[in-house]
Nanobody, 117 residues
């Protein structure tokens, strides 16, 4: 059974940093693109960043470009999201997901990130 578990969320002041982790189990994800999404209260879930299987291609939403960095450790089946210079508008539940083909088929339960002003 596939399982994705996010961790590292919490409460931080504006300008601070957090590092999210997403550990995958039940399947080897080293060949797949992995992504991060977020959902703020009252809003739809939105793309944040993703990284291809080798880590050579990374994409970011415009809103986080230059502040967030996505990375992965295939030996640990884990993807990370380093978030710097956090803003109150980054407050959301953050989800990781795996894209075996064209769609993100597997999702974690999410971790809450709250940025206070």
């Amino acid at each position: 059974q596939v399982q994705l578990v996010e961790s590292g969320g919490g409460l931080v002041q504006a300008g601070g940093s957090l590092r999210l982790s997403c550990a995958a189990s039940g399947r080897t994800f080293s060949r797949y693109t992995m992504g991060w999404f977020r959902q703020a209260p009252g809003k739809e879930r939105a793309f944040v960043a993703d990284i291809n299987w080798s880590g050579t291609v990374r994409q970011y939403a415009d809103s986080v470009l230059g502040r967030f960095t996505v990375s992965r450790d295939n030996a640990k089946n884990t993807v990370y999201l380093q978030m710097n210079s956090l803003k109150p508008e980054d407050t959301a539940v953050y989800y990781c997901a795996v894209r075996p083909a064209r769609e993100y088929d597997y999702w974690g339960q999410g971790t809450q990130v709250t940025v206070s002003s």
